[in-house]
């Protein structure tokens, strides 16, 4: 007997809800999840690819950051040839062989040992010298230049700057020559140690410099000066002073003077820094182990009017001996 099927009898097909409807989402089993296109697939290779990429491009930054331009200011201040401290257990162990001396061929005093040049020839500058050429200083061959900045008065203690100072920085370091700058000292204490410092630091601002910054402190020959009746500690005390100021803002730093000047320090506790040595004897009459030497006071050089100081960089020669 065939069986009347009845219309509540037959099963109905359920009805898919709309992922859209009232605001859900579908959740699926594991087992009929959709698989992900392999476009959807390849942007997301895409983007992580470039993801790493941003990461590696940061950490280079990061990287140039950290050793260029807010790399200690040593890179900036000082050049890496011109290392001019000594071990104060050298400090009269004077490495030098003078019969090395000779003129080169622009007339300047040059260091040479086995047919190899071991020095630089240089110059140090200041208002005196008036409006430079500094082109022709280089084709005269000169290789280095000190620019003085400034410098406190005998009589009154007042701080100034050289007037030349700036057109020389700039005159210098345009013409390729490598840069140093000097700051001629009557301070009577640490505090206008710093002061004078800190002067330099501001004259020098958007400069590089190869060389260090020297200090000048010299004693009149009157003794009307400032400084004459200083002690020896008290004048080594002010070279410190100066110099770890330079040192704290990323520069190096070093002293200058004749023989005078510089009998006048504990030279042990500034041998770290090294020494400018002046002396215009035709080979230097002391002992001491200095990288620089002023060895005249009274030469000539073209494309500057009148008398310069003229002088010379042993550091390659300082460096030779001690490898």
Not at 132 to 159: E, L, M, P
Not at 179 to 205: C, M, P, W
Not at 212 to 222: K, L, M, Q, S
Not at 232 to 250: D, K, L, P, Y
Request: with cysteine.
């Amino acid at each position: 007997m065939t069986r009347t099927t009845r219309r509540h009898d037959v099963a109905k097909p359920a009805r898919r809800k709309s992922s859209r409807s009232r605001g859900k989402s579908r959740c699926y089993s594991t087992a009929e999840r959709p698989r992900k296109s392999k476009r959807s697939r390849n942007r997301r290779r895409h983007f992580l690819r470039r993801a790493i990429v941003c990461v590696l491009l940061a950490s280079l930054f990061v990287a140039w950051l950290l050793w260029g331009p807010l790399a200690s200011k040593e890179a900036k201040g000082s050049y890496s040839s011109a290392l001019t401290g000594v071990d104060s257990d050298e400090l009269y162990n004077s490495p030098y062989d003078w019969n090395q001396l000779q003129d080169d061929e622009n007339g300047l005093l040059a260091y040479v040992a086995d047919g190899k040049s071991l020095s630089r020839a240089g110059i140090d500058v200041s208002q005196h010298q008036g409006t430079i050429d500094w082109a022709q200083v280089v084709a005269s061959g000169v290789q280095f230049a000190f620019v003085r900045v400034g410098y406190r008065s005998t009589d009154q203690g007042n701080i100034s700057g050289d007037s030349y100072a700036e057109q020389n920085l700039s005159g210098a370091s345009n013409a390729g020559l490598m840069v140093g700058a000097y700051f001629y000292s009557q301070a009577i204490n640490e505090d206008e140690a710093r002061e004078e410092a800190d002067f330099t630091l501001e004259a020098i601002k958007g400069y590089e410099l190869a060389y260090p910054i020297a200090f000048d402190f010299e004693p009149g020959g009157t003794g009307s000066d400032r400084i004459s009746s200083l002690s020896s500690s008290e004048r080594t005390a002010v070279a410190v002073a100066f110099c770890e100021e330079i040192e704290e803002a990323g520069y190096s730093a070093m002293i200058y003077g004749n023989g005078n000047a510089l009998d006048g320090y504990d030279l042990e506790q500034l041998a770290s820094r090294g020494f400018w040595y002046a002396d215009y004897g035709k080979v230097p009459s002391s002992s001491l182990c200095f990288a620089l030497w002023q060895y005249s006071n009274s030469g000539s050089v073209n494309g500057i009017d009148g008398d310069v100081d003229l002088d010379i960089d042993l550091t390659p020669a300082l460096e030779a001996t001690a490898d």
